[in-house]
């Protein structure tokens, strides 16, 4: 599976911005894609992710309310729009698609998704 994002961008705080991750390849394998971000000195961590069949969404504590994860199946796309954009949100943002069906508890964790895009870079200015 390759793995484009796009969308990043400079946003005022308190704007938004809409992310998206154009999946290409053996895409009828997908079975959760998952977006992270990665900010200057930190680990990436996990955002939200959506499960490709049914549909069921997760979010970290932090955007929960703010951001939103979609998907087109048709498509083969994934959207991440948010909103409300904090300086903190201030990160490279990465999609990512897990294949192997990793169970639920694993599904915040980087190690659990076989494919990465390149990411896009989304600043938020104070």
């Known amino acids: 599976v390759q793995l484009q994002a796009s969308g990043g961008g400079l946003v005022q705080a308190g704007g938004s911005l809409g992310l998206s991750c154009a999946a290409s390849?053996?895409?009828?394998?997908?079975?959760?894609v998952g977006w992270f971000r990665q900010a200057p000195g930190k680990e990436r961590e996990f955002v939200a992710c959506?499960?490709?069949?049914?549909?069921?969404?997760y979010y970290e504590e932090s955007v929960k309310g703010r951001f939103t994860i979609s998907r087109d199946k048709a498509k083969n796309m994934v959207y991440l729009q948010m909103n409300s954009l904090k300086p903190e949100d201030t990160a490279v943002y990465y999609c990512?698609?897990?294949?192997?069906?990793?169970?639920?508890?694993?599904?915040?964790?980087?190690?659990?998704?076989?494919?990465w895009g390149q990411g896009t870079l989304v600043t938020v200015s104070s």
């Open positions: 990512a698609v897990d294949s192997r069906g990793s169970i639920q508890s694993l599904r915040t964790l980087a190690r659990a998704y076989q494919y």
């Open positions: 390849g053996r895409t009828s394998g997908i079975h959760r």
């Open positions: 959506i499960r490709w069949s049914g549909g069921t969404t």
